[in-house]
Antibody
Framework: EVQLVQSGAEVKKPGESLKISCKGS????????VGWVRQMPGKGLEWMGI????????RYSPSFQGQVTISADKSISTAYLQWTSLKASDTAMYYC?????????????WGQGTLVTVSS | DIQMTQSPSSLSASVGDRVTITCRAS??????LNWYQQKPGKAPKLLIY???SLQSGVPSRFSGSGSGTDFTLTISSLQPEDFATYYC?????????FGQGTKVEIK
């Protein structure tokens, strides 16, 4: 069974750093892109970026380039989303998803989400 | 950037109703259009990919159509578990933009 299991909720202060994780199981982690999606409170879905764990090829949406870092450790089938200096506006739910690259791309499995709250 | 516009933004419907949600792209995206369902507090769920392909395990009352710039998601007979927010997403670009969502509420 394909599963993506994300790390737990985080409460941070502005300026702090954070790294959240997404562990894949039940499939070949190195042969599918993994993406991160942001959902701010009461708002819609936004792709942040994606990574191909097989070779660490990483792409970012323009809005998130330079704001976050996406990485992966294929030895433990885990993808990461990292901030060096959080802002209050980073408060959101973050989802990881597995991407299938056939007939365009689509996210067929999703993690349960990690809620990040940034508040002084 | 390709903009995706859904309509309506929300709708009220009754169990058993036929519901149609539309999604328009700002330029042609061929058939590279996906639909997701999201319930409160839950992760999105893939319903339809490549405009009209039903994801495995998704009930057949869901269907998608369209190509180019205009797409439709249809629920043939709305069920209680279908009350949720629906998003279209273009996959013409690898980080394809989502529509703003359509909230389907109980009438």
């Amino acid at each position: 069974e394909v599963q993506l299991v994300q790390s737990g909720a985080e409460v941070k202060k502005p300026g702090e750093s954070l790294k959240i994780s997404c562990k894949g199981s039940g499939y070949s982690f190195t042969t599918y892109w993994v993406g991160w999606v942001r959902q701010m409170p009461g708002k819609g879905l936004e792709w942040m970026g994606i990574i191909y764990p097989g070779d660490s090829d990483t792409r970012y949406s323009p809005s998130f380039q330079g704001q976050v870092t996406i990485s992966a450790d294929k030895s433990i089938s885990t993808a990461y989303l990292q901030w060096t200096s959080l802002k209050a506006s980073d408060t959101a739910m973050y989802y990881c998803a597995r991407l299938v690259a056939v007939a365009g791309t689509y996210a067929d499995y999703w993690g349960q989400g990690t809620l990040v709250t940034v508040s002084s | 950037d390709i903009q995706m516009t859904q309509s309506p933004s929300s709708l009220s419907a009754s169990v058993g109703d036929r519901v149609t949600i539309t999604c328009r792209a700002s330029q042609s995206i061929s058939i590279y259009l996906n639909w997701y369902q999201q319930k409160p507090g839950k992760a999105p769920k893939l319903l339809i990919y490549a405009a009209s392909s039903l994801q495995s395990g998704v009930p057949s009352r869901f269907s998608g159509s369209g190509s180019g710039t205009d797409f439709t998601l249809t629920i043939s007979s709305l069920q209680p578990e279908d009350f949720a927010t629906y998003y279209c997403q273009q996959s013409y670009n690898i980080l394809g933009t989502f529509g703003q969502g359509t909230k389907v509420e109980i009438k």
